[in-house]
């Protein structure tokens, strides 16, 4: 890796959370190349949305998201349930704390190249979704979450306009704040709204639909493709 | 039996390798397979074998065996 926010990134896991340099290491090498200019990408903004330390900071926040997930599946497979019974139980815990989403959001950013499936994800956003997007396209995002997708789409092509929901209002800030970073905020809009009343909406018919790691957070989802 | 003692036989048993001794200031750094996936393991295999019970935001920073002993003597 010859850019210096991956290997700032390779020194500070190292010395704080040395658990994870394999994973690191196992994500780069599906594809050292597309691995960096992801990476790349993401830290820029994220530096900008979020200062100096942003680096740092997501990592920390990365950690204990990965940690929770782990947990939280190996938990399950230990007592065949979930801690958290019903979404309403997980909105009041979770998605309503404005901090702790914070700290969730800028974790799961960081997993869109971090996690090496989540690589493989992001290749295939860009290289199979991306790619076949019509000229000026008119992007609706459901549950844009930190917006590192939408932000990506926008940045890809100078031509496009995203329209997003996200039923957390962290969700709104963040995503509008890394719009800004990337310098495509002219270009996105960021509302709160549950995904499950989008129906009720009027919205403009759309080219593309970007909707990625809401599914598992419904309780109904098949309601969602109705 | 030391605390430092029970807690090898759980490194024993979660790596899988009975050669392995741990101390203090051994990390991840120094055991091939401790990835974020086997720290998990690890540490629900400690809450068994401890009957203590960690919450995910104890252990995510925990950076070697030192932090993670001090961590089990402060519920034992």
Not at chain 1, 131 to 147: K, M, R
Not at chain 2, 25 to 51: C, P, Q, R, Y
Request: charged share 25%; net charge negative; glycine share 4%.
């Amino acid at each position: 890796m010859s850019n210096s926010n991956v290997e700032r990134l390779l020194f500070y896991a190292n010395e704080q959370y040395s658990q994870f340099v394999r994973g690191i290491q196992e994500s780069i090498s599906i594809d050292p190349e597309r691995f960096e200019y992801i990476a790349e990408l993401y830290f820029l903004w994220a530096l900008k949305a979020r200062g100096d330390d942003a680096i740092e900071r997501s990592f920390d926040a990365f950690v204990q998201f990965t940690t929770d997930v782990n947990f939280a599946q190996a938990r399950y497979e230990a007592n065949g349930h979930y801690e958290n019974k019903s979404f309403h139980d997980v909105y009041k815990k979770h998605y309503s704390q404005k901090s702790q989403m914070d700290d969730y959001l800028w974790g799961v950013y960081l997993t869109n190249f971090l996690w090496a499936h989540h690589l493989e994800i992001s290749i295939f956003f860009e290289d199979r979704f991306l790619s076949s997007l019509p000229d000026a396209p008119s992007i609706v995002e459901i549950a844009p979450g930190h917006g590192g997708w939408g932000v990506w789409a926008l940045h890809k092509i100078s031509n496009a306009d995203l329209l997003g929901f996200d039923i957390s209002p962290s969700s709104i800030e963040i995503a509008s704040s890394i719009a800004l970073a990337a310098g495509v905020n002219d270009r996105a809009s960021y509302h709160e709204q549950d995904a499950m009343n989008l129906v009720d909406l009027e919205v403009e018919p759309k080219d593309a639909l970007i909707c990625s790691f809401l599914i598992e957070h419904l309780e109904d989802p098949i309601k969602l493709s109705q | 039996m030391t605390v430092l003692n029970q807690l090898n036989d759980v490194f024993q048993g979660v790596f899988e390798d009975d050669e392995l001794f741990v101390n203090r200031t051994t990390s991840a750094n120094d055991i091939e397979d401790w990835d974020s996936l086997m720290h998990v393991n690890l540490i629900l295999t400690v809450e068994k074998e401890f009957g203590i019970r960690f919450a995910s935001t104890e252990v995510s920073r925990l950076n070697n065996v030192g932090q993670l002993l001090d961590l089990i003597e402060s519920k034992l």
